[in-house]
């Protein structure tokens, strides 16, 4: 697609140059380069290339979508075992983001850390964006630090690229069953164009510019860490009370205490499934970004604190690679507990 609008500029701009001596054919191209990003035809398998970079707990489910709706997919990842079940339904493996994005027209990443970030799309050698063509699209699906999301936007727009930021909530089942909320940061127009792609992950919410959609992420996270200390602290003390805590889960999931996050992580604790749908490493990572956010914009959330020291006791007990669920194992060593472990359904 994007070569075929290059081809037509191309010819056209010769042209004007045989019948006025102004602007220059190299000023026309730049111009021409500038705005391939919005073409008219919409985005789909037949005409749109896809990238992906990132095959861990989400990023392989959220691929899995792309593939399975006919786009052709071409993924990289550290751990190249972790692409295998992604080649196994048809991707391409590439073993570098440059190489993806040199065989992409959008590029898709959600990666670990913002070192991670900065490292698959910046670096000036095997970076995606020095492999991206003119009117390439970059897709950080990262959560990040919003100050990055507005660094890469600058470097896409130098290179006549484009990027958009839109980090994700809703654990691995929503991205498994593709009902993902995605907070997406940038140009409007953008990505309404993207909404093809990103509705088969689950729902795009637009939220601004460069950079809004990692500041709506974080807020999210505030949001979530306050909740997760809420259900393991009310499981802690209906246990401690004498209550079947189970017969409990389900009671108030109807109520007002009714919660995504204890839809998602009720049944898994009391089954004590403690397995990462959402790692606690990356979870205590946003934490630490948003006390970072908050010291500079001169925020007090004394939930965010308290919940980001109870992930990282966490960490210091080397449970980082389990999911945020785990929580509820800092609250039983507090208390001297460890409620029973039982299989049910919430």
Not at 131 to 155: F, H, K, N, W
């Amino acid at each position: 697609m994007l070569r075929s609008i290059e081809r037509h500029s191309f010819s056209h701009t010769q042209t004007q140059t045989k019948t006025t001596s102004s602007p220059s054919l190299l000023t026309l191209l730049r111009r021409h380069m500038a705005t391939t990003t919005t073409p008219t035809e919409p985005i789909s398998p037949s005409n749109t290339r896809l990238g992906w970079i990132g095959t861990g707990v989400m990023g392989r489910s959220m691929c899995t979508h792309l593939l399975k709706a006919g786009y052709t997919v071409t993924v990289f990842n550290r751990t190249l075992s972790k692409a295998q079940s992604l080649i196994d339904k048809g991707a391409h493996l590439a073993h570098s983001p440059n190489a993806v994005a040199s065989q992409s027209d959008v590029v898709f990443t959600i990666v670990g850390y913002p070192s991670d970030v900065r490292q698959v799309l910046l670096d000036p050698t095997t970076g995606a964006l020095s492999g991206l063509r003119p009117g390439g699209i970059l897709v950080d699906m990262t959560t990040s630090e919003p100050s990055l999301a507005s660094e890469i936007s600058a470097a896409a727009s130098a290179k006549h690229c484009s990027s958009v930021d839109a980090p994700v909530s809703g654990g691995d089942r929503g991205a498994r069953d593709g009902a993902l909320a995605i907070f997406a940061g940038g140009d409007e127009s953008m990505i309404r164009r993207l909404n093809p792609i990103f509705t088969l992950m689950g729902k795009v919410n637009y939220m601004g510019n460069s950079g809004k959609g990692q500041y709506a992420k974080l807020a999210n996270q505030v949001t979530i860490a306050s909740t997760m200390v809420g259900l393991v602290e009310g499981m802690v003390y209906a246990y401690k009370s004498g209550l079947d805590v189970g017969l409990f889960l389900k009671a108030i999931s109807t109520g007002g205490a009714g919660s995504k996050s204890l839809d998602l992580y009720g049944s898994r604790i009391m089954n004590r499934d403690l397995e990462a749908g959402f790692y606690v490493n990356h979870f205590v990572k946003d934490l630490g970004i948003c006390i970072k956010e908050c010291q500079a914009m001169g925020l007090a959330l004394p939930g965010l604190a308290l919940a980001h020291q109870l992930y990282l006791s966490l960490k210091a007990h080397g449970e980082g690679d389990l999911g945020t669920q785990a929580l509820i194992l800092a609250l039983e060593r507090l208390n001297n507990v460890s409620l029973p472990s039982v299989s049910v359904s919430v």
